[in-house]
T-cell receptor
């Protein structure tokens, strides 16, 4: 079993839809949770990072962490074609090493 | 703020050869990590350097080695290249006390 599981998609939604992206994990030591966006032929770009459980909002993006269920989510409101990318979740136990999911490919249709 | 820059952007090498990839960290960042991203996969941690010392390593063999310089730029060296080393190599920098790395655009290495 992988430490971090993420549905690879692809996920296609119409413009303006609410997008829900999810990851599950098995290591209860994880305390830091990140979401990165990666466009084709580019490096990952940090969108959100959260410590421990709870919600965090930044513009159209909301990150949720449920440590009791070992489940994290990223919600994108009013999705735009420019949001089309691969979304990677990443986690850390507070050390130097991030564990990434495989990424979910998202396509927002105009 | 200049971000993280990596060079070269693309590289083709022959199996058995050696390669050096370079990274300039974001200004003020003293921690650099290297990740390998195979096609369709998430990045895999190779190692991290803090103030010129390696302070963490993933499940990669010793033929993967690195350096961090006093100006916090960094190199990743890979000896005895294998076909499976073909991947996107990502450099990421951060302040030691911060979380959420800033990644470069990567070097696409193809081993033939």
């Amino acid at each position: 079993q992988k430490e971090v599981e993420q549905d690879p998609g692809p996920l296609s939604v119409p413009e303006g839809a609410i997008v829900s992206l999810n990851c599950t994990y098995s290591n209860s030591a994880f305390q830091y949770f990140m979401w990165y966006r990666q466009y084709s032929r580019k490096g990952p770009e940090l969108l959100m990072y959260t410590y421990s459980s709870g919600n965090k909002e930044d513009g159209r993006f909301t990150a949720q962490v449920d440590k009791s269920s070992k489940y994290i989510s990223l919600f994108i409101r009013d999705s735009q074609p420019s949001d089309s990318a691969t979304y990677l979740c990443a986690m850390s136990a507070g050390t130097y090493k991030y564990i990434f999911g495989t990424g979910t490919r998202l396509k927002v249709l105009a | 703020e200049t971000g993280v820059t990596q060079s070269p952007t693309h590289l083709i090498k022959t199996r058995g050869q050696q390669v050096t990839l370079r990274c300039s960290s974001q200004s003020g960042h003293n921690t650099v990590s290297w990740y390998q991203q195979a096609l369709g996969q998430g990045p895999q941690f190779i190692f991290q350097y803090y103030r010129e010392e390696e302070n963490g390593r993933g499940n990669f063999p010793p033929r993967f080695s690195g350096l961090q310089f006093p100006n916090y730029s960094s190199e990743l060296n890979v000896n005895a290249l294998e076909l499976d080393d073909s991947a996107l190599y990502l450099c990421a920098s951060s302040l030691s006390s911060d979380y959420g790395y800033t990644f470069g655009s990567g070097t696409r290495l193809t081993v033939v």
